[in-house]
Structures are given as C-alpha cells and as structure tokens.
C-alpha cells in the first residue's frame, strides 16, 4: 500500500536575517498591547498584522499616529523589533506572536521574554534574541540616531552584526534553533516521526 504524502506548511525557516530595524524602547510590553483583545474573536492569522500595536499605532479615528515608530517611513518593511524588558508579559494569547509575524517581523531583541509569549513565539518561528541591557540601549542608540538602521541576524553563527562592523553573540536553546532553521511547528515536529508513526 501506498502511503500518501503528507505537505504541512510549517513556518518560515530563519537562516540569516538582514533588516531595517524598530525600535520600541518601552518595559513590559503586554500581549494586550500587541494586539488588543477585541482582535481575538478571529481563528485566522490574517490581518492580525494591521492591528499590531493598534492602539498606539492608530488615533481614535484610526488614523495613523505618525510618532508611533511603525508609521514612519524608514520603519517599513523591517523584520527585526528591538524592546524594552518583559515583552509579552500578561495573558498567553497566541494572537501576540500571530500579529507579529503577520505584520512581517522575523526576530525579535528585548533582554527578556515572557515565558508563555517565548514559547507561542517559537510554534509561530519567531526568533526571539536575549541580550544584556547595555547591548540593548546601545541598539536603541543607534537606531533612533540612524533612519533606516539595519542589522543582520545568523542565526547558525548565533551572531548580530552592526553597521559599524560590531558582531554580537547570542545564546539560543538548540531545540529551539532547530525548529527555526528548519521551519518547525508542532506538527512538523511530530511528522519528523512519521516512520515511527505509522
């Protein structure tokens, strides 16, 4: 008998990420902050990235708020986010992370994660970078004094590089680079056994 293949979409798989940069540089980022709870009725990712950040991203009429970091003109098409500590503390919504990658983010910097936020980053291939406060106000620095500020992520190097030529270590568990250099999810995880399975 023939056995049928079966095709998972998986996540995208994170090799070497080379981007403009966003910085937020604000503690304790709740996932209500990243996308609001009145986002959460859907079961769909979709448009989840267009309301990232909605209530500071928007005015009331829903115009954009043109000192949100995201509406400025150098902020598009970056797929990197720096933060302040504590991001995606408060409630385990997995749309956080869904609205993230949504909106085209790939990796996220902070000096620390919530633990239920690093684990729904990860099933949705979010690398997620901890580095130490100094590292992480220097980026602050230089992104809000350089427009269009761009770092490179590899991720098999464990390595950031700046523009002025600095590269920076990272530490990253080796289960969880696994999943992202091979675009992992929980599904493909267990298909990997598929032998086994059946």
Same mark, same amino acid.
């Given at each position: 008998m023939t056995r049928a293949k079966i095709v998972v979409a998986g996540t995208p798989?994170? !090799? =070497? @990420? +080379? &981007?403009? *940069? =966003? =910085? @937020?540089?604000? +503690?304790? @980022?709740d996932?209500?902050?990243i996308i609001p709870a009145r986002f $959460?009725? *859907? *079961? &769909?990712?979709? #448009?989840?990235? !267009?309301? $990232? /950040?909605c209530d500071w991203r928007y005015a009331a009429d829903g115009t954009p708020n043109p000192d949100f970091p995201l509406n400025k003109p150098e902020a598009k098409g970056a797929e990197i986010l720096v933060v302040g500590d504590n991001f995606g503390c408060g409630s385990s919504r997995e749309h956080a992370p869904w609205a993230l990658v949504q909106y085209g983010f790939r990796a996220v910097i902070s000096t620390s994660f919530a633990d239920i936020f690093k684990g729904n980053a990860l099933k949705n291939g979010l690398l997620l970078i901890k580095l130490d406060a100094k590292t992480v106000d220097r980026l602050f620095k230089e992104a809000e004094a350089s427009p269009g500020y761009r770092l490179a992520l590899d991720l098999d190097q464990q390595t950031i590089s700046t523009p #002025? #030529? +600095?590269? @920076? &270590? /990272? +530490?990253?568990d080796p289960f969880r680079k696994h999943c992202l250099k091979n675009g992992l999810d929980e599904i493909g995880l267990t298909l990997e056994h598929t032998e086994k399975i059946m």
């Open positions: 798989k994170i !090799d =070497v @990420i +080379e &981007s403009k *940069t =966003v =910085v @937020i540089p604000i +503690e304790n @980022i996932t209500d902050q $959460l009725k *859907t *079961t &769909s990712k979709d #448009g989840l990235g !267009d309301n $990232l /950040f #002025g #030529g +600095e590269h @920076i &270590s /990272f +530490e990253i």
